[in-house]
């Protein structure tokens, strides 16, 4: 069974789910008003991709017989320097996602709760992917610094990515 405090930090991440898809959907706003809608397209699913860890999180608590309570979500960053600075920003938050995943496993271990702590492991192999797509692009993006046409190149091939939700 599910103790409170762990019932708690669990709703507190669907919060935090749902306010990082909020923070992408901003990002992807900024994108789309420098005409970048590759970029746009890419943090859209971003977007999708955080709702659905929300999701995840959502039906669990309810199978464990647990009561999901929702909260006013903080408004999101609407301000970037550039499209460099949006991404620098979305490693920082991914490494912040990353960081609260550990300390609910660490919760969830010390409480035994098996169940839980098996959940938490497909969100802990997630984070390693989520870090390492914004640490490339990043890399990518200092690579080209102002190079119009590679971030097109870029741009058109962020452009194709889709949202697949995962079977696993
Ligand atoms: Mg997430």
Redesign the pocket.
Known sequence: MVTEKLLNELNEQINY?FE?AHIYLAMAAYCADQDLEGFANFFIVQAE??RF??MKLYNFVNEMGGRVVLRALKGPENKFDSILDVFKKALDH?KS?TKRIYNLMDIANGEREHATSSMLRW?ID??VE?EATMTSIIKKLSRLKDNSHGIFMLDTQLGQRVFTPPTA
Do not use: L
């Open positions: 789910e990082s991709e955080e860890h929300a991914e996602v969100f997630e984070q989520e």
